[in-house]
């Protein structure tokens, strides 16, 4: 039998924090448990967020942690092509278009469409108005101009169309620590016309998360509960590209004192800054519920 397949995913934009170690705790735990592998990936497409210097404190903290990952570890930066290849696969299946809207050209058509029909506008699971459509009304000739003239674009995923050649319904397995699963039901259409290919990048974090997990024979995927709903768009992506889909684990956030998700924006304390305090290794896995890792 192969061996069960983790992955900690981390993103080089900011410090990590107490949520970083225990997601990667979970994961190595998980691993050790199961008797599987644990793969370390670097989600560094957003070029103008991420920074070398975050890249080299996520490996410095996680072996402080206690972490060991097998190499090399797999950086997203340098793999554009495999995200262009599944790309041209949903392009090849006709379940994208292209889109040149700017944020504000969105805000503006949803704020119509709101005062036309006197009711709030859609969001997705994150909060974000659902794409208005506006690009989607255009002639493949009229975007094909644009696109030959240079201008600006993403892509983005045609639901109407993706349902009509892969109606559902939708589901992912779920597992836990008895390694026993169960069926979630998953609802990708909430998501309406999502971003597949940015504007500024050549791929999005769905598209670069459901390829490498695949090419990595990912089989275990262990990540926040701030992700589930993301995971239904992941299981359409994955069947649209014929890719095998991976067992999921949502775990729960840790919170800061006053009950708020830990963010590297708001500053969270870093895991950096409790070990120059003073705190070990150890106080932390304790803290987090880890206090027989490794033994
Ligand atoms: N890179 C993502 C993050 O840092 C995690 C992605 C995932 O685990 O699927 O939040």
Same mark, same amino acid.
């Given at each position: 039998?192969?061996?069960?397949?983790?992955?900690?995913?981390? =993103?080089?934009?900011?410090?990590?924090?107490?949520?970083?170690?225990?997601?990667?705790?979970?994961?190595?735990?998980?691993?050790?448990?199961?008797? /599987?592998?644990?793969?370390?990936?670097?989600?560094?497409?957003?070029?103008?967020?991420? *920074?070398?210097?975050?890249?080299?404190?996520?490996?410095?903290?996680?072996?402080?942690?206690?972490?060991?990952?097998?190499?090399? #570890? +797999?950086?997203? =930066?340098?793999?554009?092509?495999?995200?262009?290849?599944?790309?041209?696969?949903?392009?090849?299946?006709?379940?994208?278009?292209?889109?040149?809207?700017?944020?504000?050209?969105?805000?503006?058509?949803?704020?119509?469409?709101?005062?036309?029909?006197? +009711?709030?506008?859609?969001?997705?699971?994150? @909060?974000?108005?659902?794409?208005? @459509?506006?690009?989607?009304?255009?002639?493949?000739?009229?975007?094909?101009? +644009?696109?030959?003239?240079?201008?600006?674009?993403?892509?983005?995923?045609?639901?109407?169309?993706?349902?009509?050649? =892969? $109606?559902? $319904?939708?589901?992912?397995?779920?597992? /836990?620590?008895?390694? *026993?699963?169960?069926?979630?039901?998953?609802?990708?259409?909430?998501? /309406?016309?999502?971003?597949?290919?940015?504007?500024?990048?050549?791929?999005?974090?769905?598209?670069?998360? #459901?390829?490498?997990?695949?090419?990595?024979?990912?089989?275990?995927?262990?990540?926040?509960?701030?992700?589930?709903?993301?995971?239904?768009?992941?299981?359409?992506?994955?069947?649209?590209?014929?890719?095998?889909?991976?067992?999921?684990?949502?775990?729960?956030?840790?919170?800061?004192?006053?009950?708020?998700?830990?963010?590297? =924006?708001?500053?969270?304390?870093?895991?950096?800054?409790?070990? *120059?305090?003073?705190?070990?290794?150890?106080?932390?896995?304790?803290?987090?519920?880890?206090?027989?890792?490794?033994?």
């Amino acid at each position: 039998m192969t061996k069960p397949v983790f992955r900690f995913a981390p =993103s080089p934009n900011g410090r990590l924090h107490l949520g970083h170690a225990y997601s990667a705790l979970l994961n190595a735990d998980f691993a050790h448990r199961f008797g /599987g592998r644990l793969l370390l990936r670097i989600e560094d497409i957003d070029v103008t967020r991420c *920074r070398p210097e975050f890249e080299t404190a996520i490996y410095s903290d996680l072996a402080w942690l206690g972490i060991r990952w097998e190499e090399p #570890v +797999r950086r997203q =930066s340098e793999h554009f092509s495999d995200y262009k290849a599944a790309f041209s696969r949903l392009k090849g299946r006709g379940v994208v278009y292209p889109c040149f809207c700017s944020r504000k050209a969105i805000a503006d058509a949803v704020q119509n469409q709101e005062a036309e029909s006197g +009711r709030p506008w859609p969001r997705d699971p994150d @909060g974000a108005s659902l794409y208005p @459509g506006t690009c989607k009304a255009l002639s493949a000739e009229a975007a094909e101009r +644009r696109i030959s003239r240079g201008e600006a674009h993403g892509w983005r995923i045609d639901m109407a169309a993706a349902r009509r050649i =892969s $109606p559902g $319904p939708y589901a992912f397995r779920r597992f /836990g620590r008895d390694n *026993r699963g169960d069926t979630v039901k998953a609802d990708p259409w909430r998501w /309406g016309d999502a971003m597949i290919m940015r504007k500024d990048v050549p791929t999005s974090y769905h598209l670069s998360v #459901v390829t490498d997990d695949a090419l990595q024979g990912v089989t275990h995927v262990v990540r926040g509960r701030d992700l589930e709903a993301a995971t239904d768009l992941h299981v359409l992506l994955q069947s649209l590209l014929g890719l095998d889909a991976p067992l999921y684990h949502h775990h729960e956030l840790v919170l800061d004192p006053i009950g708020d998700k830990l963010s590297k =924006s708001r500053g969270s304390e870093a895991l950096a800054d409790l070990r *120059r305090e003073g705190t070990t290794a150890a106080a932390i896995r304790q803290r987090l519920g880890f206090m027989h890792f490794g033994t």
